[in-house]
């Protein structure tokens, strides 16, 4: 038994010089490599640092783009909300203009005036419901030409009128909040 014991022991001797020696090997290649890894390490660290700031500075702008793109989009919103109702009542205008064309005629039988004074309540709702969603009219009567929201149908000479001023409304024209969505046609003095 002895003689495995001695072989058993040198095989361990064996063994443990071995491992030395591969540890001895792996801290001599650990100690190169680090010095290699210096100055690599040191070029690395600027490459690494020039791509971190160009990525911060994309990332900076992508924000900047973001924050621009959220506002305008905002901004959109509440223009639509604002003026959401505008396909709605110009399609409603030329209802209005016939019902002010069908009051103004004169009726004489008792019959008729009930039928007109149940037009100028369908009208006068019309026109409340309208002023509800912010629907002015555009103001015409003495007032200057703005071509802004006045469209000059006709230009006359007429005593008592100053130059530029309205003689008369043609059509009425009206404004939703503070957009114009038709013109008021008018006549105007030269």
């Given at each position: 038994?002895?003689?495995?014991?001695?072989?058993?022991?040198?095989?361990?001797?064996v063994?443990?010089?071995?491992?030395?020696?591969?540890?001895?090997?792996?801290?001599?290649?650990?100690?190169?490599?680090?010095?290699?890894?210096?100055?690599?390490?040191?070029?690395?660290?600027?490459?690494?640092?020039?791509?971190?700031?160009?990525?911060?500075?994309?990332?900076?702008?992508?924000?900047?783009?973001?924050?621009?793109?959220?506002?305008?989009?905002?901004?959109?919103?509440?223009?639509?909300?604002?003026?959401?109702?505008?396909?709605?009542?110009?399609?409603?205008?030329?209802v209005?203009?016939?019902?002010?064309?069908?009051?103004?005629?004169?009726?004489?039988?008792?019959?008729?005036?009930?039928?007109?004074?149940?037009?100028?309540?369908?009208?006068?709702?019309?026109?409340?419901?309208?002023?509800?969603?912010?629907?002015?009219?555009?103001?015409?009567?003495?007032?200057t030409?703005?071509?802004?929201?006045?469209?000059?149908?006709?230009?006359?000479?007429?005593?008592?009128?100053?130059?530029?001023?309205?003689?008369?409304?043609?059509?009425?024209g009206?404004?939703?909040?503070?957009?114009?969505?038709?013109?008021?046609?008018?006549?105007?003095?030269?």
């Amino acid at each position: 038994m002895e003689e495995k014991d001695v072989q058993q022991k040198e095989q361990e001797d064996v063994k443990e010089e071995v491992v030395e020696d591969a540890e001895q090997e792996l801290v001599t290649e650990a100690e190169s490599a680090e010095s290699e890894e210096e100055t690599v390490s040191n070029e690395e660290s600027e490459k690494l640092q020039q791509e971190k700031d160009e990525l911060q500075t994309q990332l900076l702008r992508v924000q900047a783009e973001y924050d621009n793109f959220r506002k305008r989009t905002k901004k959109e919103k509440e223009a639509d909300l604002k003026y959401k109702s505008q396909s709605v009542v110009t399609e409603l205008l030329p209802v209005l203009d016939n019902f002010e064309r069908a009051l103004q005629v004169e009726v004489e039988d008792k019959a008729a005036k009930g039928v007109v004074e149940g037009l100028e309540m369908v009208y006068r709702q019309l026109k409340t419901v309208l002023e509800n969603e912010g629907v002015t009219e555009v103001e015409t009567d003495g007032q200057t030409f703005d071509p802004n929201i006045h469209q000059a149908v006709i230009q006359v000479e007429e005593e008592g009128y100053e130059s530029n001023q309205i003689v008369e409304t043609m059509q009425k024209g009206y404004q939703l909040k503070d957009r114009v969505i038709r013109p008021a046609m008018v006549k105007v003095n030269q």
